[in-house]
C-alpha cells in the first residue's frame, strides 16, 4: 500500500489491514520533551502501515541529564535485555520479526565543544550497535522550522542561533514562533506536523549538510532518514 496524493493530510497515512510481520522502530532522545512529543504525534496520527513506533521516554532522574551517549547506551541497555524489549514489543498489538527490529536516537549538535566529543563518541558506538542517528545542528528546532519556507533566514542565523537578547528565546525558537504563533518545548503545538509539512522539510533538508559525520561541523541534519524509513516519504 503507498500513499495517496490526493489524501486529506489531516488524516493517518495508513491504514494497517493485513496481519503481516511488521518492523518494529524504537526511538531514544536527547531532548526531554519536544523530540518525544513530536514522534510520538507522528506515532498517534499517521499510524504508517507495516511499522510499529516505540517512542522511549527518558528514566527517573534523567528528565533534566542527558547526552548522546547516555542516549545511545539506552538503546544498547534495551538491545542486550531481551526481556525488556519483549516488554515493549508486547505493549503493541502486532506480530514482529526481530530481524527487522530498527533502533535510533535523536540528538542534537548544540555549541558547545564538549558536546561535539560527547557526540562524535555517540555516533561511534552507534555505529558499531547498528543504531541509526538523527542529528540536527544546531537544534531539533531547526528540524521543526524546516516544515516552513526556510529560504527567508540567514544561515548563518539558522547556525548561530543566538537569543535575540539577553532574556528572550534563541533564533530558533523565535522563528518558530513566527510560523506558528506559539512555542513551548514542553507543549508541542503539533498542528503544524501534518504530512505535507514534512515532506516539504524532507524536500528542503537537502539544501544544507546531510552527511551524519559532516552535520556536527555544519548546519543540517538527517531526521528525513528517519522521516522515509517510517512514513515512506
Known sequence: MGFNPNRNFNEPI???ESKEVEKFVIIAFEGAETEHQY???IKKEFKPNGITIACI???KGEENSSSPTKVA???IDIIED?????KIKNECPHDFDDSYDLFWIVVDREKQESKKV????AIKTCKEHNIQVSLTNPAFEFWLLLHFDIS???RSDLLENKKTSEQSKRFLETALISEIGQYNKSKLDTKFITFKNISLAVEQEVKFENDLDKIIDK???NVGNLMKEILGI
Do not use: D, M, P
Not at 531481551?82 to 519483549?86: Q, V
Not at 560527547?118 to 563518541?121: A, G, K, R, S
Open 57 to 59: 521516554k527518558r528514566g
Open 118 to 121: 560527547n557526540l562524535t563518541n
Open 152 to 154: 527567508k533566514y540567514s
Open 219 to 221: 548546519l543540517g541534519s
Open 73 to 75: 547506551q539506552t538503546i
Open 82 to 86: 531481551k526481556e525488556r524489549l519483549t
Open 14 to 16: 495508513f491504514k494497517t
Open 39 to 41: 514522534f510520538s504525534h
